[in-house]
C-alpha cells in the first residue's frame, strides 16, 4: 500500500513539474486602476494558491476554536462526574462496611 500512495505522490509532483515548466510565460496582472506588474504565470497562479490557502484556514479558524472550547467543557464535566463516582463509590464502601460484624481473631494466652 505505501508503494501505491508513494507513486500516486510520485506522479502528482510530475504533474505538477510539468505545470510549472509549460507555464512560464510572462502575463501582466492588474492589481489596481493603472497599476500592472508582469510576472510569470505560474508565480502568479502560486501566489493566488497560498492566498486561497490562507483565506481556507483563517475561515476554519473560528469553528476550529469553538471546537476545542466544546472539547474542554466535555472534558471538566467528564472530570467533574468522574469525581462524583469516586465519593459514591467511597461513601457505598464505607456504608458496606459499617453493617458488617466485626471479626477479630483473639488469641488466648494461657491456651497451649
Not at 19 to 41: C, K, R
Not at 48 to 58: L, N, S, T, W, Y
Amino acid at each position: 500500500m505505501k508503494i501505491i500512495y508513494t507513486l500516486i505522490k510520485l506522479v502528482v509532483l510530475i504533474a505538477l513539474l510539468l505545470l510549472a515548466i509549460s507555464n512560464t510565460q510572462t502575463v501582466t496582472f492588474s492589481y489596481l486602476p493603472g497599476q500592472s506588474v508582469d510576472l510569470s504565470l505560474i508565480i502568479l497562479l502560486l501566489v493566488f494558491f497560498v492566498i486561497g490557502a490562507v483565506a481556507g484556514v483563517m475561515a476554519l479558524f473560528g469553528r476550529l476554536l469553538q471546537l476545542r472550547n466544546h472539547v474542554n467543557q466535555l472534558q471538566a464535566k467528564i472530570k467533574k462526574e468522574q469525581e462524583q463516582n469516586a465519593q459514591l463509590l467511597l461513601q457505598s464502601s464505607s456504608a458496606q462496611n459499617a453493617h458488617q460484624p466485626v471479626l477479630t481473631n483473639t488469641k488466648f494466652s494461657d491456651q497451649k
